[in-house]
Nanobody, 112 residues
Framework: QVHLVESGGGLVQAEGSLRLSCAASGRIFSINGLSWYRQGPGKQRELVAAITSSGSTNYADSVKGRFTISGDNYKRAIYLQMNSLRPEDTAVYYC??????WGQGTQVTVSS
């Protein structure tokens, strides 16, 4: 069993920044394979950024150059630094690990 807890969401103005955190516990031995998803109002959940099984990073085209995913293996935590935020980034952001572990989500609201 893996337990994921997100934090760091909030209300921010456009062009502002936020840093999300995801703390993992349970049967998890590496931050490789952890990822961030988001679900905006009326939209499907989508992948935002991931740390792959090999330790590399992937990003959705919509966030490339603005968001950065990072992690700390010792703390079993990953982070999402979000800069130059846009109203369309408004969503609930979820931490995820296969095969189907999700956190409770943290709300990010970007005002114009």
């Amino acid at each position: 069993q893996v337990h994921l807890v997100e934090s760091g969401g909030g209300l921010v103005q456009a062009e502002g920044s936020l840093r999300l955190s995801c703390a993992a516990s349970g049967r998890i031995f590496s931050i490789n394979g952890l990822s961030w998803y988001r679900q905006g109002p009326g939209k499907q959940r989508e992948l935002v950024a991931a740390i792959t099984s090999s330790g590399s990073t992937n990003y959705a085209d919509s966030v490339k150059g603005r968001f950065t995913i990072s992690g700390d293996n010792y703390k079993r935590a990953i982070y999402l630094q979000m800069n130059s935020l846009r109203p369309e980034d408004t969503a609930v952001y979820y931490c995820h690990k296969d095969p189907g572990y999700w956190g409770q989500g943290t709300q990010v609201t970007v005002s114009s």
